[in-house]
C-alpha cells in the first residue's frame, strides 16, 4: 500500500514537472509575437533582430507541432476562428494583388502572413487542449508588457519618444498610449480567470496589483476610449454579478454601428460634445479624427468591393496623414474592403453565439465585457496588430476553457 502512494506520488510529481516544461516551451513560442513596439522602432536594433528571429522560430516550430498533431496524431481539429484568419489573409492578399500600388510589397505580406498563421494555430490548439495552461501563460506574458509600459510612464512621462504627425503623439514600450488597452483588456481576463478557478479566489493580491496598474496608465495616457472601455467592461461584469443580467455581445456589434454611423459617417457628433468636452476632456475634431475618416471613405469609395490591400504606410500618409486611418471598420474597409468586413462580422456574430451559449460563466461574462467594450473602442483606434483578435480566439472556446476549468486542469 505503501509503495503505491509513493507510486501515485511520484507520477503526479512528475506530471507537474512535464506540465512545467510545455508551459515554458510555449512561453518562449510565443513571447516573440508579443513584440512591443519600442523595439519595432529599431530603438534596439539587437533586441529587435532577437525577435525577428525569434518569431520565424517559433513559426517553424509551431507549424510542425501543428502538423503532427493534424496528420499524425489527428487529436488537432482548427476552429472556426482560425479558418476566418485564413480568409482575412486571403481577402488580403487578393486586394493587394489587384492593387498595383500594393503589388510592391506582396513578398513582405507573404511573409507576415507565415508569421502569423502558425501564432493563431499555435493559441487554436492550446486553448482546444490545454486552455487553463494558456491562461496562465497569457497572463505572464502581459503581466511583464504591462508592468514595463508602466515602468517606461514614470521613468519618462513625456514618452520614451515622440512621433509628430499632425500632432505630437508619445509613444512608450507597449507604443502610442491608445494602443495599452488591448493589453491591458487580454491581460485582465487572463487574470481574473486566474485568480478565480486557478486559485480558487474572486480576487487575488495579483490581479488586483494589474487592476491599480491598469487604471494608472490609462489616467495618465488621459485616453477616453481606455477609460471608457474600462468602466464598460466593469459595468458589465457588475451587472451579470449582482442583478443577473446577460449581455449579449452582439448588442455590443449593434452598439459598434450605430456608433460608426453617428461618429464616422454622418459625423454628427454635437450631440456629445459636453460629455467628450466636459467630462473626457476630448475634442474628435480637434484630434483630426473627423479628417482622416473623411478622407479614408473618399477612397474606400473608389475601390468598396476589395479595398487597396496591404500598403506601404507612407501611401497610407500621403492619403489621409496616418498611417493608419484610427477606425478598426474603416481599416478593414480601406484593406479588404466590404468583402472584409463582413467577414469580420460574421465572426463577431459567432463569437456571441458562442458566448451566449454559457451566458452566466464567468468565463463568458469577462469575455463578453471585454469585447463589448473593444467593440466602441475600435471606432477610434485601428488597432492594427494581431493581439487584438486573442480574446476573440477565447470566445469561440470559451466551452472549453469552462469545461477544462470544472475539471480542474492544472
Do not use: C
Request: hydrophobic share 55%.
Amino acid at each position: 500500500m505503501l509503495r503505491l502512494v509513493i507510486r501515485n506520488q511520484k507520477r503526479v510529481s512528475n506530471y507537474k514537472y512535464s506540465l512545467s516544461i510545455s508551459s515554458i516551451l510555449w512561453f518562449f513560442l510565443l513571447i516573440w509575437n508579443f513584440e512591443p513596439q519600442y523595439f519595432r522602432e529599431d530603438f534596439i536594433p539587437v533586441i529587435h533582430t532577437t525577435f525577428v528571429v525569434g518569431r520565424l522560430a517559433s513559426a517553424l516550430i509551431i507549424s510542425g507541432i501543428i502538423f503532427l498533431r493534424l496528420l499524425r496524431f489527428k487529436d488537432y481539429k482548427p476552429s472556426g476562428f482560425f479558418l476566418f484568419i485564413v480568409v482575412e489573409e486571403f481577402i488580403l492578399l487578393l486586394a493587394s494583388t489587384l492593387n498595383p500600388e500594393a503589388n510592391k510589397i506582396i513578398r513582405v505580406l507573404l511573409d507576415n502572413i507565415l508569421l502569423v498563421i502558425p501564432f493563431i494555430a499555435g493559441l487554436d490548439y492550446m486553448f482546444q487542449k490545454k486552455p487553463v495552461k494558456m491562461i496562465g501563460i497569457l497572463l505572464l506574458i502581459n503581466e511583464i508588457l504591462l508592468y514595463g509600459n508602466m515602468i517606461s510612464l514614470i521613468l519618462h512621462p513625456n514618452g520614451l519618444y515622440n512621433v509628430v504627425i499632425g500632432n505630437t503623439r508619445k509613444y512608450y514600450l507597449l507604443g502610442q498610449q491608445n494602443q495599452t488597452i488591448l493589453y491591458i483588456m487580454l491581460g485582465l481576463v487572463t487574470s481574473l480567470l486566474h485568480s478565480q478557478y486557478v486559485t480558487k479566489k474572486r480576487f487575488s493580491i495579483r490581479n488586483i496589483m494589474l487592476i491599480a496598474a491598469s487604471i494608472y496608465m490609462e489616467i495618465k495616457f488621459k485616453s477616453a476610449a481606455g477609460l471608457v472601455g474600462l468602466f464598460i467592461f466593469t459595468g458589465i461584469f457588475l451587472l451579470t454579478e449582482f442583478k443577473h443580467v446577460s449581455i449579449d455581445l452582439r448588442w455590443g456589434l449593434i452598439a459598434s454601428a450605430v456608433v460608426f454611423l453617428i461618429f464616422v459617417v454622418f459625423q454628427s457628433q454635437e450631440m456629445f460634445t459636453g460629455i467628450l468636452v466636459n467630462i473626457l476632456h476630448r475634442d474628435i475634431t480637434a484630434s483630426t479624427r473627423t479628417t482622416i475618416w473623411a478622407k479614408a471613405m473618399l477612397y474606400i469609395e473608389r475601390r468598396p468591393i476589395l479595398g487597396y490591400g496591404a500598403e506601404l504606410n507612407d501611401i497610407a500618409i500621403l492619403r489621409f496623414g496616418y498611417v493608419t486611418p484610427h477606425n478598426r471598420w474603416l481599416y478593414m474597409l480601406y484593406r479588404g474592403g466590404f468583402v472584409f468586413l463582413i467577414a469580420f462580422i460574421i465572426m463577431v456574430l459567432k463569437s456571441a453565439q458562442k458566448l451566449s451559449s454559457t451566458k452566466f460563466e464567468r468565463a463568458s461574462v469577462y469575455l463578453t465585457g471585454a469585447l463589448f467594450a473593444l467593440m466602441l473602442q475600435m471606432q477610434f483606434e485601428s488597432y492594427d496588430t494581431t493581439i487584438f483578435y486573442i480574446l476573440f480566439i477565447m470566445a469561440f472556446h470559451v466551452k472549453d476553457i469552462i469545461i477544462a476549468i470544472k475539471e480542474k486542469e492544472v
